[in-house]
């Protein structure tokens, strides 16, 4: 049995203002696939309002948070070393 098994999320590297930080993301619920900061909040309760709100949001801002990702992601640093901290180290190795 493997430790995700249980945990029902899977480590990775994420970035937090200029820093690499570690985080997890959920291999099950209704979180699957979102990056949480600890395995514990990928089974917590959905909050509707909050929900609804971030639809709202990126609705609206759509094109804004496309843009700025990918300018991002193309040149801060953190974003550079990401790339190769999140790929697993051999072959054999699954995430």
Do not use: D
């Not at 949001?57 to 040149?75: C, D, H, P």
């Not at 901290?85 to 054999?92: I, M, Q, T």
């Amino acid at each position: 049995m493997y430790l995700r098994e249980i945990t029902e999320a899977t480590q990775i590297w994420s970035r937090s203002g200029g820093k690499q930080v570690r985080k997890f993301r959920c291999t099950s619920g209704v979180r699957k696939g979102r990056v949480m900061a600890s395995p514990a909040s990928c089974n917590r309760p959905i909050s509707v309002h909050k929900s609804a709100q971030l639809k709202k949001t990126k609705t609206a801002k759509a094109q804004k948070i496309q843009m700025t990702g990918v300018r991002t992601r193309r040149s801060n640093p953190a974003s550079l070393r990401l790339k190769t901290l999140n790929k697993p180290k051999n072959k054999g190795r699954m995430k």
